[in-house]
């Protein structure tokens, strides 16, 4: 059994940047949820942001993986309009009964990383064995290192207190 693999989608890059931090640090797979529309520009702003409100799923190609081989399932996603992207809220709907111990990464510019983060664990159905919100600014300056090593280290150890300092490159 692999003990992480990690799900996530980035519209921005943000999430994409967190992820591939993590799966760096906990030597973990990585699944990116692919969207069937596009989302860029203006328009794929505002979409986003309404499907977000309404709490809506996004039409989704979902990453081919085995969620049984792995001990932890680490789910990232961007916040929208204070809520979850409809492409993450799509594909824990889906694969929710079927996920292990799970572990929650959101990232947001203005607010909503803590109701995400409560709105994840109740769609999963479980509670986490970690969790972490990241402001854009914190990743856009990687000022999130050290809470990036304090997760890691969390999800490594299954959400048992870990010892300090940074997780090895």
């Not at 943000?14 to 640090?25: F, M, P, S």
């Not at 109740?122 to 986490?128: I, S």
């Not at 990241?134 to 304090?150: H, P, S, Y």
């Amino acid at each position: 059994m692999k003990p992480v693999a990690i799900v996530y989608y980035s519209r921005t890059g943000n999430t994409q940047w967190v992820a591939n931090e993590l799966a760096r640090r906990l030597s973990a797979d990585l699944f990116p949820i692919q969207d069937t529309r596009s989302r860029q520009g203006v328009l794929g702003f505002v979409r986003s942001s309404l499907e977000a409100l309404r709490h809506r799923e996004a039409g989704i190609v979902a990453p081919a993986i085995a969620l049984g081989r792995y001990r932890t399932v680490v789910v990232a996603t961007p916040v929208w309009a204070g809520n979850m992207s409809s492409p993450v809220r799509a594909w824990l709907k889906r694969f929710a009964k079927a996920l292990p111990d799970v572990a929650f990464v959101c990232t947001y510019g203005g607010s909503g990383g803590e109701s995400v983060l409560a709105d994840l664990a109740r769609l999963a159905g479980k509670v986490p064995v970690a969790q972490i919100a990241l402001r854009e600014t914190e990743i856009r300056l990687a000022t999130c290192r050290v809470k990036l090593d304090d997760f890691g280290n969390a999800v490594a150890v299954g959400g048992e207190p870990a010892l300090p300092g940074p997780m090895p490159a």
